[in-house]
């Protein structure tokens, strides 16, 4: 199987600590991935759906108490508490390994121990890292299948001593009482307990690619991004590369499978996705940045998800994927809200209890047939609009950033930034409001350092420096932008149109990168498109809205200004000169004079 001492070592005392009656090496195999359906199939793991109407679809659902990633029971353990910082929550690394191996400690008796080697990037690029997830869910290797490259031409690859991260994941109980998700970035080591949620259990993704990635990402000079990687091609031909960061809610998978509008379409736009989630990217000899998607698959938010918001993503679910937590309909497929199509009249909602339209629970509230976080695993090699690199071992090269959240009034459509450091101050000050749908007080600001809250592996102020010294290694940077799609008029009606019409907007980014010098004006905050300076061929806005949308308030900005400043004190010393620096420029350039 292999001969890497180290990594047999370390399943044997992972089984050991864990009791499991079997062990089972994953190949990888599309025979594997049929055998493991049926053994699911058979003990009610998951749920075969229509064949015909979805080819190689099956159904999941979670526990009741796991449907989402638990931030609260989310510890970097590291030596030293500051080394997490004060984004995290922190747990030494004794503590660790005791509290989640007391929970793990016989907890697969009775069940199969899958080790599940696994590669996020093409396996052989510069950019890419191995891991070894060791799991007791089917449903984990079924995901870890789409969503990574799995099996063994990993191990091949890893050979008799290659570096990996060690992941174990135990279900035990799924008691959210006895669930820890640990991150060890001292000894790239991931342990997971307790849930058997994606997020939570898929250990590649946000625990590998992001907060132990950022980790190795700090000491080996490159960066694990929480962003999207799309191409834009225009008229000429020419694909320019941007990578977003957005906080959830704002609409960045939408993004990254954008359908160019008709207007922008027959003029010769196309839009190409690279990644909807992740970027790792690498300063080259050229003294450009080079971007990744480390992953395989999709694992995407299911309501909201239809033919009108992501058309492509609709056609990329179609046929082998896994769908968790959504409705199942009595013809084996499946709906969720603000999907396609009217309800269907009954289904089995996705706590298994029966479900008609409009049937509420004991409190009279309207009860939802799909769980709002339920999601589909799907591979992007499905994806109608991949761009033809999205797996060059070399990656793609990225001409700018955007990065955004929801405001209902702050921020303009776009605007860019001055410079790199600059740029990294925005991303650094970036905040998305809480709409109705989330917990929290609506309106409330929650601020969110390049998406990154969640997922930084080490203290975010250190964080902040990385940024700033990798932007030294740059000759060519990219430039750095903020959208805001979400801002409203007096009647708390959007103003942009959004989805497809987003185009408009990477367009003027697409020129300002390119040197065409699309048109703009200097703001304090930034470089603000003129009117005019945005392609609107094919979209009518009422009068007065462009103005709006592009307008900025001093007073507003002046309130912001004491949210950041209020933010950023939480970092103390650690929080680098240049971003005070940056914080100081711009409230003198709002006419504030200095603070
Ligand atoms: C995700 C997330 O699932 O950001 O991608 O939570
Ligand atoms: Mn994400």
């Known amino acids: 199987m292999t001969k890497h001492k180290v990594l047999k070592k370390w399943i044997e005392e992972c089984a050991e600590l864990c009791q499991p009656d079997e062990i089972y090496w994953c190949d990888g195999s599309d025979e594997e991935r049929e055998r493991l359906e049926k053994e699911a199939f058979a003990i009610g793991e998951i749920t075969q759906l229509d064949q015909e109407k979805l080819p190689g679809c099956v159904y999941h659902r979670t526990a009741v108490n796991d449907v989402a990633r638990t931030e609260h029971l989310t510890f970097i353990c590291t030596t030293r508490k500051e080394d997490a910082g004060a984004t995290n929550n922190w747990m030494s690394l004794e503590e660790g390994y005791q509290r989640a191996g007391a929970i793990l400690k016989g907890s697969m008796r009775g069940r199969t121990m899958y080790v599940i080697p696994f590669s996020m990037g093409p396996i052989g690029s510069p950019f890419s890292k191995y891991g070894v997830e060791l799991s007791d869910s089917i449903y984990v290797v079924l995901n870890m299948r789409i969503m990574t490259r799995m099996g063994n031409p990993v191990l091949d690859a890893l050979g008799d001593e290659g570096e990996f991260t060690r992941c174990l994941h135990g279900k035990a109980e799924r008691d959210i009482n006895k669930r820890l998700i640990l991150q060890f970035p001292e000894d790239n080591t991931i342990w997971s307990v307790g849930s058997g949620y994606g997020g939570n259990v898929l250990l590649g993704k946000k625990c590998l690619s992001l907060r132990i990635a950022s980790y190795l990402g700090r000491q080996e000079g490159w960066l694990a991004e929480h962003m999207l990687i799309v191409g834009i091609q225009d008229p000429q031909g020419k694909i320019t590369y941007i990578a977003g960061a957005f906080p959830s809610a704002c609409g960045k998978t939408n993004l990254a499978m954008l359908v160019p509008p008709d207007a922008l379409k027959k003029k010769g736009f196309k839009v190409f996705t690279v990644g909807d989630d992740i970027a790792w990217m690498r300063v080259k000899e050229d003294g450009r940045l080079w971007a990744i998607n480390p992953e395989f698959g999709f694992f995407g938010v299911a309501p909201g998800t ?111 930034s001055f410079d790199w450091q600059h740029g990294v101050f925005v991303g650094a000050t970036m905040a998305s409001e809480r709409t109705a749908a989330q917990y929290g007080k609506l309106g409330e600001v929650r601020r969110d350092p390049m998406a990154m809250l969640p997922f930084c592996g080490y203290n975010m102020g250190d964080y902040f420096s990385h940024w700033l010294d990798l932007g030294k290694r740059l000759t060519h940077p990219p430039k750095v932008f903020h959208v805001n799609w979400f801002r409203t008029g007096e009647d708390g009606e959007f103003l942009w149109p959004g989805f497809g019409e987003n185009l408009r907007v990477l367009d003027w980014i697409v020129r300002r990168c390119g040197g065409d010098g699309a048109d703009a004006r200097e703001t304090p905050i930034g470089y603000v498109p003129t009117l005019g300076a945005l392609d609107m061929d094919g979209l009518d806005l009422p009068a007065g809205t462009m103005e709006k949308l592009l307008s900025i308030s001093a007073g507003d900005w002046a309130e912001e200004l004491k949210g950041i400043e209020e933010f950023f004190a939480k970092f103390g010393d650690r929080l680098p000169s240049e971003i005070w620096d940056e914080y100081r420029a711009l409230n003198r350039r709002l006419g504030n004079g200095t603070r």
């Open 306 to 416: 239809n033919w009108k918001t992501n058309p492509t993503m609709m056609t990329t679910i179609k046929r082998n994927t896994i769908y968790t937590n959504v409705l199942l309909k009595p013809d084996k497929t499946v709906w969720w809200e603000g999907g396609d199509g009217d309800p269907p009249s009954e289904g089995q909602d996705w706590k298994g209890n029966y479900w008609r339209p409009g049937i509420t629970d004991e409190e009279d509230k309207i009860i939802n047939g799909a769980n709002p976080n339920s999601r589909f695993t799907s591979p992007a090699a499905q994806c109608p609009c991949i761009d033809p690199k999205w797996e060059d071992p070399e990656g793609v090269p990225i001409s700018a950033f955007i990065v955004g959240g929801r405001r209902a009034y702050l921020a303009p459509l776009i605007y860019q």
